[in-house]
């Protein structure tokens, strides 16, 4: 049945990997977990299945870019899917829930956030639901590179549905966030499947240079294909393009604070091919489907091997060789170890933020629990003398802990409210046509309009009048100029969402699972990443690979270490391989310890060093854990 589904709406004769063993999991009803590699094909995992099934599918995912894109595929199909988040006005929520419930749709997809609203709640009661999908499943834990506190909310809806099973899906978990996963989303039991992380068309190489514009350059112009260059901020991305492009290089560049028209361009051009190289932040990726990208460089080091791996995994998608390339200088290590207390400032800085935040928004003791606020982070440090890195750092641990909610979506609806009383609106006569057909059709489509603001779209009431979205934005400024109407147009601003009443500063409560538990987690995680650019030794495939808890007990042979463990092979100076031999077993007896440190205490040759390490983990008397070398119980 289930071949019959993907043969019918997507073509292929047979599944890939572990998509079948997945498939008749869910299918069976069982709750069920996947590890699948960026491009493993997690989406017909619970496509077909969901098809299958009599009902509906809910599938969470934080990507709202994604998630339209998935819907509009699914469309294109014949498959009736719809989509709920931020931004979306109440009544077109209304609406698209009816439909789930009395309209034969099969998906619904649905950003965490708008989990645990009341309407949402009501509804779902009424809906048939078949399964639950919940994408990007890592977000869920507190030990995830990734967390995200929306996503505990599932756990809730799962109550509500408590015979529903439930897919979790990832590219990117640790053994430990693994369990964790399970345990949060309330298996029955633990069941898990795996697909190998390895990517045998992929070569990571990392190379040591103070210069890295002219190595980027050097590597670019040395490689032909399409390429992602991924640096750490908003200027830098530009700055680069340009300089490509200076070298008769094509290139876009591309960042979160683009509006959506200028992203959707630029994206096009790269992956059409008529500009060779996306310059981006890590904003850039996520659903981004590009089978013949054949580099992806990093001129700066991402903050977790999760992050870095998920980046990387985007080059040679189609099983042609491609490559990842880390540049990396030793000014690195201090940036990178600046970055933990950028990311958990002191507890009474974050607190003094909160404070400031109540200033800021005139909020008075034991108001604001449920209100909604646009938050203009420039403006917030000029007013109280902050820097912006910190206090995002701030606001998303006081998120974690439960006292608001930042968001920092991109996706923010226009929003509208009428000046004029409903009365002295009907007695205007100065109207043309075109606007009387819009003000009717607004008041037509929201509701509260003269006492509050109400999110609108412009994309929907270009739909129902006629007119063009230009038209529709055209109109609504004049009317606002007119003095009939306060516009505030869609834009790229973070919101604070109070989800308790302001307290005083001293009775905010940082926990250490919230605070010291993370920072703790996150100075490992540098670490690893550390450890991964500066290791001259082992194979680097088997370093990443070990970190997500896969054995492995072969070396890749196309990565820069191992190239280089090859050559220097050949030519090893003369060295007592069993006196060696003594001495890392002897160390490694006391604890586990990275190849670095080995390298450190242990006076030897390093190319003699990197070939008996390469040999014990081949013979299995060492083996690799999440970056540390370890001996083998048996010995």
């Not at 072969?554 to 060295?575: A, F, Q, S, W, Y």
């Amino acid at each position: 049945m289930y071949k019959k589904i993907l043969k019918q709406y997507w073509g292929y004769d047979s599944f890939r990997g572990i998509q079948q063993e997945i498939i008749e999991s869910i299918g069976a009803g069982k709750d069920t977990l996947g590890l699948m590699p960026t491009g493993g094909g997690k989406s017909i995992t619970f496509q077909v299945p969901a098809l299958a099934k009599e009902g509906l599918c809910i599938v969470v995912t934080p990507l709202i870019a994604l998630m339209k894109d998935q819907v509009q595929n699914l469309r294109k199909r014949g498959i009736r899917a719809l989509a709920i988040y931020s931004g979306m006005n109440r009544q077109d929520i209304v609406t698209t829930l009816e439909n789930c419930i009395f309209g034969n749709y099969k998906f619904l997809y649905i950003s965490p956030e708008r989990l645990d609203s009341e309407l949402f709640r009501t509804k779902l009661k009424k809906m048939n639901v078949s399964m639950i999908t919940v994408d990007e499943s890592h977000c869920i834990s507190q030990w995830g590179y990734d967390f995200r506190p929306a996503y505990l909310k599932i756990a809730d809806i799962r109550e509500l549905l408590p015979d529903v099973p439930i897919l979790a899906l990832t590219a990117t978990a640790t053994p430990e966030v693994v369990s964790d996963i399970q345990a949060r989303l309330g298996f029955k039991q633990e069941n898990v499947f795996r697909m190998s992380f390895e990517r045998k068309n992929l070569a990571y190489i990392v190379r040591t240079t103070d210069n890295k514009s002219d190595e980027l350059l050097y590597i670019l112009k040395k490689m032909p294909g399409s390429a992602i260059v991924y640096v750490r901020n908003r200027r830098k991305t530009k700055e680069i393009a340009e300089l490509l492009k200076n070298e008769q290089i094509t290139a876009e560049f591309y960042h979160a604070g683009l509006d959506d028209a200028a992203k959707d361009i630029r994206e096009q051009l790269w992956k059409s091919g008529k500009s060779r190289v996306m310059v981006a932040t890590n904003a850039f990726g996520m659903g981004i489907d590009k089978a013949d990208v054949r580099l992806v460089i990093h001129m700066d080091l991402p903050d977790s091997i999760e992050a870095y791996f998920q980046e990387a995994g985007r080059a040679g998608r189609d099983g042609e060789k491609a490559y990842s390339v880390v540049l990396y200088s030793n000014s690195d290590k201090t940036r990178l170890q600046k970055r933990i207390p950028d990311s958990f400032p002191e507890k009474e800085y974050i607190r003094e933020v909160y404070e400031h935040l109540q200033y800021y928004y005139q909020m008075a003791m034991g108001d604001g629990q449920g209100c909604m606020r646009p938050f203009d982070i420039e403006d917030f440090c000029r007013k109280f003398k902050h820097f912006p890195i910190p206090v995002d750092s701030a606001l998303r641990i006081l998120t974690q802990a439960g006292y608001l909610e930042y968001t920092d979506t991109q996706d923010n609806a226009s929003r509208l409210l009428f000046t004029l009383k409903r009365d002295e609106l009907y007695k205007l006569r100065e109207m043309d046509e075109k606007t009387d057909r819009l003000i009717q059709t607004i008041l037509r489509s929201y509701t509260g309009l003269f006492t509050d603001y109400a999110f609108i779209s412009e994309d929907a009431l270009s739909t129902r009048t006629g007119f063009t979205k230009q038209e529709i934005y055209e109109q609504l400024v004049r009317l606002a100029q007119l003095g009939i109407v306060h516009y505030i147009p869609k834009k790229n601003t973070p919101y604070i969402i109070y989800t308790r009443e302001r307290i005083e500063k001293e009775r905010i409560r940082l926990t250490p699972e919230i605070y010291e538990e993370r920072k703790k987690r996150y100075q490992l995680r540098i670490e690893y990443m550390l450890e991964y650019a500066t290791a001259t030794y082992p194979c680097r495939s088997r370093m990443l690979l070990s970190y997500f808890g896969e054995k492995n007990n072969h070396n890749c042979g196309i990565c820069d270490t191992c190239v280089t463990m090859r050559k220097g092979e050949k030519m090893l100076p003369e060295t007592n391989m069993d006196e060696l031999q003594r001495q890392v077993i002897a160390l490694l007896g006391e604890q586990p310890l990275f190849p670095h440190v080995i390298a450190k205490t242990i006076n030897a040759d390093k190319d003699a060093l990197a070939v008996l390490l390469r040999q014990l983990l081949e013979e299995e008397v060492v083996s690799m854990n999440n970056g540390l070398i370890q001996l083998n119980l048996k010995q």
